[in-house]
C-alpha cells in the first residue's frame, strides 16, 4: 500500500474537523493557555494538536521551533503531574504544519496553571475544553480504591438515585439542594454511582449533570 505523502496525511487529518481528540491552533502565543488543551486530552482520551492550521481548516503555517519551545513550556512549567507528549513536523504546499500527540494521562487529574497560578483541570468534550467539575476530580482520587467497597445502599444513594429517577437529570447543585446534603458528601457519593457505571455525566448547555446510566 501506498504510503502517504506529508500533504496528503495532513489534509485527511484536517477533513476529519475538529473532535474529541484533534484540536486546530493557527499559533501558539501563551504556553499557559496551550497547557488547558493538554489538561484537557490528557485526562480524556489523549489527542493531537495542529499547529499552523486555522479553525477553518485552511493551513497558515508556523516557526516549528518557536511553536515547540511554547509547547515544552506548557508541558514543563504549566501541566502536572508530567503529560507525555511527542512532536512532528510536517510541510505542506511550503508551509509547516507542526503535530502535537498528547497521551491519554495513567495518573489523573492533570491540572494546568491559569495566569492566576491556579491550578485547573479540564476535560475534552466534543471540540472544547471544559473545566472538570469537583465530581469529576473526585472519580481520578477514587480510582485507587478497589470499586468493590462498596456492598450496600445507604439512605443518601438511594435517596440520590430517587431524585435523578425522579428528575432525569441534575445538576451538582441541583442534587445538593434537592437531597439536602452537604456538597462534598454529594461529590463523594456521585462519584462513586459514577465508577460503579450506575450513574453518568453529561453535558448540556455548557453545564455538566448527571442522571441514571
Request: hydrophobic share 40%; charged share 25%; net charge neutral.
Amino acid at each position: 500500500m501506498k504510503s502517504l505523502t506529508d500533504t496528503e496525511y495532513i489534509y485527511s487529518l484536517i477533513a476529519e474537523g475538529e473532535h474529541v481528540q484533534q484540536d486546530f491552533k493557527f499559533e501558539i502565543s501563551d504556553a499557559r493557555k496551550i497547557a488547558k488543551t493538554l489538561s484537557a486530552f490528557a485526562n480524556t482520551q489523549g489527542g493531537r494538536l495542529l499547529i499552523g492550521v486555522k479553525d477553518n481548516g485552511k493551513i497558515a503555517g508556523v516557526r516549528s521551533a518557536e511553536e515547540q519551545y511554547m509547547i515544552e513550556a506548557a508541558v514543563q512549567l504549566y501541566c502536572y503531574p508530567t503529560v507525555c507528549i511527542e512532536m512532528q513536523t510536517y510541510w505542506v504546499e511550503g508551509r509547516c504544519v507542526l503535530l502535537v500527540q498528547v497521551d491519554e494521562n495513567l495518573q489523573k487529574p492533570v491540572y494546568a496553571q491559569d495566569e492566576n497560578g491556579k491550578s485547573l483541570a479540564y476535560l475534552r468534550v466534543k471540540d472544547e475544553n471544559i473545566l472538570a467539575t469537583p465530581v469529576h476530580l473526585r472519580v481520578w482520587q477514587q480510582e485507587g480504591n478497589p470499586k468493590g467497597e462498596l456492598t450496600r445502599y445507604t439512605e443518601r444513594e438511594q435517596l440520590l438515585l430517587n431524585l435523578l429517577e425522579v428528575n432525569g437529570f441534575l445538576s451538582l447543585s441541583q442534587c445538593c439542594r434537592l437531597a439536602r446534603v452537604p456538597r462534598r458528601t454529594v461529590v463523594d457519593l456521585l462519584a462513586r454511582l459514577i465508577r460503579y457505571d450506575i450513574v453518568e455525566s453529561i453535558f448540556v448547555d455548557h453545564q455538566f449533570f448527571f442522571r441514571l446510566k
